[in-house]
């Protein structure tokens, strides 16, 4: 195992969170090309290949039916049973405007019986922040079930260049409001998800006074970090960064190469592919 990746979305039909339309969007945005659709053994031997130990994005965003989305959570922990030496876990999204009550009942059951690391949330789909309300319930049940959750932060490529954004407000983004849901929850890690420039000392600040949030760079080259955060992955913050890959979007070995281009200590660059991680979710 190189990297424990903590941002993977798959490439095959069930479990692609875009959809193949989108494909040649993401493969000029990104400059790389997008393997849709792959077998479910296809996808595993890349990431045997990459040495990657990976969870998953759930792919339920934009779906209101719980018969679909219990089925799309069934078809991730079935990955997770049949490929452990993979596949570590998955993230469960909930959706505002979807039936709470459901939602916090399936994610209790994705934790107790499919083995979900934790809730994945991001405003910039909803255009609700972080610190909402709505969202306690399912803070509370993955602090009272030892569960991580994800919060996206940071200028995000969705709807980047088009008219308006296609609606999407960056607002929402700014890590200043998982400040909020990290003092309200001392006892739930929480990882900030993507890299959050132009938030990125906002996100410092929050690191260095909550002992309970850290931060997942995915989304960016590494070279195109700014210069506070690589400071601070060879400094001060060098146990709160971990890796996500973001695959298909960036091919595991580009981002290995960028990152061992860059003049990160090699103690810095072991936390953030797995040991910070280990740290995090008590994986060896």
Request: hydrophobic share 35%; aromatic share 14%.
């Amino acid at each position: 195992m190189k990297v424990i990746d903590v941002q993977t979305q798959m490439t095959t039909e069930k479990g692609a969170l875009w959809p193949i339309s989108l494909k040649d969007f993401f493969e000029a945005s990104f400059k790389t090309k997008i393997p849709y659709y792959q077998s479910e053994e296809e996808m595993m031997s890349g990431f045997r290949e990459a040495e990657a130990r990976v969870i998953l994005v759930s792919p339920t965003w934009g779906k209101e039916d719980f018969g679909e989305i219990r089925a799309v959570h069934d078809y991730v922990g079935q990955l997770k049973k049949d490929y452990p030496d993979v596949v570590y876990s998955f993230w469960v999204s909930p959706a505002p405007g979807v039936n709470i009550i459901k939602w916090i009942r399936e994610l209790e059951r994705c934790i107790k019986d499919l083995g979900s690391a934790g809730v994945y949330y991001n405003g910039f789909s909803t255009g609700i922040p972080a610190n909402d309300k709505y969202l306690y319930p399912f803070y509370d049940l993955c602090q009272e079930a030892g569960a991580p959750i994800k919060i996206s932060v940071g200028h995000t490529a969705a709807g980047a260049g088009m008219p308006g954004g296609t609606g999407i407000h960056l607002r929402t983004e700014n890590p200043i409001y998982i400040d909020d849901v990290a003092a309200d929850f001392p006892s739930l890690k929480i990882i900030a998800t993507h890299c959050p420039w132009p938030y990125h000392n906002e996100m410092i600040s929050i690191m260095l006074h909550k002992a309970n949030v850290y931060n997942d760079l995915h989304g960016w080259l590494p070279k195109y970090f700014p210069p506070e955060i690589k400071r601070e992955i060879n400094g001060r913050l060098k146990n709160k960064f971990l890796f996500g890959s973001d695959f298909p979007f960036f091919p595991f070995q580009r981002l290995y190469d960028d990152w061992e281009s860059q003049d990160y200590k090699p103690e810095a660059l072991e936390n953030v592919f797995y040991r910070n991680a280990q740290r995090v979710f008590g994986v060896e």
